[in-house]
């Protein structure tokens, strides 16, 4: 029985052998499904058909909104931290990189003005609701404000549910309006708001919600910006108003409806656009590069054959033509190890593609699609060579100094090596990266440049390997439909002055799916919008970038072990596992008493503090300083003693721009210590501390009395006083701090009561820091030969401070004082009346002068 079962068990082998090797030959006569199927004609394709043929508004007719001396910065007052319609009104000026404070509504309105201007030239309110109830006397300063500096409101109006008050009369106002209602239409009316918008358009897919709220404009006091066609009667309402100021002087654009609905968000960014005004650079030109990234990698079955690569070259053609991107180019990137690797109707693919390499520009990954951050630069550099020899003997026209690195690693978190090796073999100027500072959300990508590479954002288009058909796309079909109608693909080009999209070649292999999108989104936006849509190099691209946002130019450095992206993507350089960053960082500013509290913290057995730095002795001056642009793995060497509280002291941190940014980047968690001496003393130290080091204008006024009125036309003198007083306007570069920092991270000391009493200021930093209790008195005492307090080491001798420490100088002459009290007198009341509004404890000094 047994052989019976073998013997038949062999036969079903011996047949399954024949009908294999008979469907192995079939499969080599007759061509794959992969080039039997009919690429690049999905059943979904159709044209989108522009709402009407008008012709865009220039840029030369624009109108502006004209305030009154202000700052080109906007006041957010949202319902909550956590409202998610707040939220998308943040993404948008994140975006649009429109400086901005973001406040929830509370009792309390922020401060409005500075001594000389106004702080706001915008004000946006999400909820129009709240506003109008405020408590009165928060709505009359916020509307004198207004008034005063010229400054519009914009505002959102949401539906309520109560059918009982469908018609209402906004508060206050003439103008009614209609709660619930839904609309079959949207059209755009001339005004000088619209910027990037069509005007004269109608749009019919608005969907059939009945939430709207629609205005009646009827008077001359308001001007319809958008109007929607109410389903019920037909009637048509303004659905985004502008109440011109005719009735108390206060310009607003209110809007009936959240910015989620695409249309009603584009209106929204052109009233950014009109309220910000001409000081602001603006412009319709919209600069799209499409990289097709990996164009020889890829497995068997799913890369390009030769039609795909005469259809990329008819819709180049198409692109330029068609939508007036006169010079347009598909960006191709080649990993040379891998081409002619598919089948052989892909292999002739490839080779048509360098036949036809003359028409596109080429631009160089690594030889085998390498990861930069697991090779040293040996290694990089010998990729490289490889994929330069390999463009060199296809003729590959690699016209621009431009490069990316597979997956982005490398560029952010940064591969130095990586740098050094593109600038060696490529001679590479610019790049692009997803990575910065973070990969999500999109709307806050931002460029710099490092090592003289220009690392410009790259933008995400829907499109990956994997997406090559309509109907395996995940989310379907309407996803892509969505995306590119009024989705985030068409408010990446609307919000970027440059975008680089990468895709892939399977992009443009089976359905094409790459050219059906940017087909579309082209369409797309030469229907609905003034945009200009251009071609340049990656070259040009940075330079015109950098113009326009040269605050980018320095990195800003974050924490790469932090977020779980670029922790996957870190160089070896960087041990995530045993990274050490400060949790507390000592501010100054600078001659305050610093450095003796530096001294002295550090002596508790749960503290460490940065090791010394060449040149600057204990302070490391990473934050705003020169120091800053050797990057992270130069800060972090300074750190490598683990502690309960890792800290460093700074002086010069406090008054500097850029330092509170750039700080709360890398370590937002930090605690952050601030030492508050009466600014008139903290000036005349200064002064004395720079004729100690010679400094030549000091030497020739001899003391401090002279520079008030020798700086009234002396440069040099001026100079010198500025930089005596300016670390003394202390709220004024505290507000800078508060922008980044929550105010429960922050501690102020009293300097004179830390020269007097260094023990008790030391005990409460100690709880203050939730650090075990240590008994200062046993390792600190006060030295009479020099005036203040010293360490005590374990011989019980004396160690102080060095000469430069406690100086002793002539006492401030009263005439002196007179002046420099004079010059902080309302800096001072203003620290006084933050500190008393904030509850925190007022320095003794400050109460005698605030009396």
Excluded at 143 to 159: E, G, R, T
Excluded at 255 to 260: D, E, K, L, T
Excluded at 457 to 476: E, M, S, V
Aim: charged share 25%; hydrophobic share 35%.
């Amino acid at each position: 029985m047994n052989g019976f079962i073998n013997h038949r068990f062999l036969r079903f082998i011996k047949y399954l052998l024949i009908v294999l090797s008979i469907f192995a030959v079939y499969s080599l006569i007759i061509p794959s499904k992969n080039v039997l199927k009919e690429r690049g004609k999905p059943k979904y394709v159709e044209n989108y058909k522009c709402p009407a043929d008008w012709t865009p508004k220039d840029e030369e007719n624009w109108e502006f909104h004209q305030n009154n001396g202000t700052d080109q910065k906007v006041l957010l007052i949202s319902d909550s931290l956590f409202s998610r319609h707040g939220k998308l009104i943040t993404q948008v000026l994140t975006a649009l990189k429109i400086p901005f404070k973001s406040e929830a509504v509370s009792k309390n309105i922020p401060v409005l003005t500075t001594s000389r201007k106004g702080r706001y030239s915008l004000i946006i309110i999400e909820n129009y609701y709240k506003y109008l109830n405020m408590p009165r006397w928060n709505r009359q300063l916020l509307d004198k404000y207004c008034m005063d500096y010229k400054v519009p409101v914009i505002s959102f109006i949401a539906s309520k549910p109560n059918d009982q008050l469908k018609r209402i009369r906004i508060k206050g106002s003439s103008l009614w309006m209609w709660q619930n209602q839904q609309i079959q239409s949207l059209s755009t009316h001339p005004s000088k708001i619209h910027k990037i918008t069509k005007e004269n358009t109608t749009r019919l897919d608005v969907g059939n919600s009945s939430d709207w709220v629609v205005f009646e404009e009827n008077t001359k006091k308001f001007e319809t910006i958008l109007s929607g066609k109410v389903t019920k009667n037909g009637k048509d309402r303004a659905v985004v108003i502008h109440d011109i100021g005719i009735e108390d002087g206060v310009n607003r654009i209110l809007f009936g409806r959240n910015i989620s609905d695409w249309t009603i968000k584009m209106t929204f960014i052109d009233s950014i656009w009109w309220a910000i005004g001409k000081n602001m650079q603006f412009s319709l030109d919209r600069f799209i590069q499409v990289d097709i990234d990996d164009i020889f990698v890829g497995a068997q079955g799913t890369r390009m054959l030769e039609d795909d690569v005469i259809n990329l070259l008819a819709y180049q053609q198409k692109f330029r033509n068609k939508y007036n991107i006169s010079n347009f180019h598909f960006m191709l990137g080649f990993s040379g190890s891998y081409f002619r690797n598919g089948d052989e109707n892909e292999d002739k693919g490839d080779e048509l593609l360098i036949e036809k390499a003359s028409n596109f520009v080429w631009f160089p990954h690594m030889w085998r699609h390498n990861h930069a951050h697991e090779h040293n630069y040996t290694y990089l550099e010998a990729f490289m060579v490889q994929n330069k020899m390999f463009a060199e003997n296809m003729r590959l026209p690699v016209n621009y100094t431009y490069a990316i690195a597979p997956q982005h690693d490398g560029v952010y978190p940064v591969h130095e090596q990586l740098y050094d090796a593109w600038k060696k073999v490529w001679k590479v100027s610019v790049t692009a990266t997803e990575e910065y500072p973070h990969f999500k959300p999109s709307t806050s990508r931002k460029a710099f440049i490092y090592k003289n590479i220009s690392v410009l954002p790259r933008q995400t288009c829907g499109l990956y390997t994997h997406t090559q058909t309509f109907d395996t796309y995940p989310g379907g079909f309407d996803y892509v439909q969505n995306l590119i109608r009024g989705g985030d693909l068409f408010f990446t080009v609307l919000l970027n002055p440059v975008s680089i999209f990468m895709t892939h070649q399977q992009n443009y292999a089976h359905d094409r799916l790459a050219l059906y999108t940017f087909e579309n989104l082209f369409e797309f936006l030469r229907c609905w919008t003034n945009l200009k849509i251009k071609w340049q190099s990656p070259i040009e691209s940075a330079k015109m970038y950098f113009e326009r946002f040269e605050e980018e130019k320095v990195p800003l450095w974050t924490n790469p072990c932090i977020d779980p992206r670029h922790r996957i993507i870190t160089p070896p350089s960087i041990n995530c596992s045993n990274l050490t960053l400060p949790n507390l960082l000592i501010l100054g500013p600078q001659k305050t008493g610093s450095t003796a509290l530096a001294n002295f913290l550090e002596i508790h057995p749960n503290v460490s503090q940065n090791s010394n730095v060449p040149g600057s002795f204990e302070e490391v001056q990473f934050f705003g300083g020169n120091n800053y642009k050797k990057g992270i793995e130069w800060y972090l060497s300074y750190f490598q003693q683990k502690a309960e509280i890792v800290f460093e002291k700074s002086a010069t941190y406090f008054d500097n721009p850029l330092a509170a940014k750039q700080a709360s980047a890398l370590v937002p968690n930090s605690k952050l210590i601030i030492i508050l001496q009466n600014p008139a003393d903290r000036a005349y130290s200064w002064f004395q501390h720079m004729l100690a080091h010679k400094d030549e204008t000091a030497m020739n006024l001899g003391n401090m009395t002279h520079i008030f009125e020798v700086s009234k036309n002396n440069t040099l003198a001026k100079k010198l006083l500025n930089r005596c007083v300016s670390g003394g306007k202390y709220i004024h570069h505290l507000e800078k701090w508060l922008e980044h920092f929550s105010l429960s991270q922050i501690m102020f000391i009293d300097s004179d009561v830390l020269r007097n009493q260094p023990i008790k200021i030391l005990s409460k930093v100690t709880e203050w820091l939730d650090l075990p209790y240590f008994d200062y008195s046993k390792v600190i005492r006060f030295s009479p030969s020099k005036g203040f307090h010293c360490k005590i080491d374990e011989n019980s001798k004396t160690r102080c401070l060095g000469e430069s420490k406690g100086r002793k100088y002539e006492k401030m002459d009263e005439a002196t004082r007179l002046e420099l009290d004079e010059i902080f007198a309302i800096d001072n009341s203003a620290l006084f009346k933050f500190l008393r509004k904030s509850r925190l404890e007022i320095p003794g000094w400050l109460r005698k002068l605030i009396k």
